[in-house]
């Protein structure tokens, strides 16, 4: 069964920097579209960043230049360092990966950023 873990989430001042982790239960060079999404209340999930097998990385316009996904492959974790957060960036933040064509998502971590 694959299971993704969200962790490092909690509140920041804006300006401030936190990273996410994303813990999987299988070999993370398995998973394929590995990326982390958004939510807040009331509205769509929004995709913020995607790392694919060979490294390349894409950003949503919103986070780019201040958000960096990497994962590390012998750990089996997926990051997210996200620095000059903004009041804006407050959301529920996902990780997801797909295997065998199945999408996988984590239970999401709160980040919480006050002006």
């Known amino acids: 069964q694959v299971q993704l873990v969200e962790s490092g989430g909690g509140w920041v001042q804006a300006g401030g920097s936190l990273r996410l982790s994303c813990e999987t239960s299988?070999?993370?060079?398995?998973?394929?579209?590995l990326g982390w999404y958004r939510q807040t209340p009331g509205t769509q999930r929004e995709w913020i960043a995607v790392?694919?097998?060979?490294?390349?990385?894409n950003y949503a316009d919103s986070v780019k230049g201040r958000f960096a996904i990497s994962k590390d492959n012998d750990n089996n974790r997926l990051y997210l360092q996200m620095n000059s957060l903004e009041p804006e960036d407050t959301a529920v933040y996902y990780c997801?990966?797909?295997?065998?064509?199945?999408?996988?998502w984590g239970q999401g971590t709160q980040v919480t950023v006050s002006s």
């Open positions: 790392i694919v097998s060979g490294g390349a990385t």
């Open positions: 299988i070999d993370i060079s398995y998973l394929r579209g």
């Open positions: 997801k990966g797909s295997y065998r064509n199945v999408d996988y």
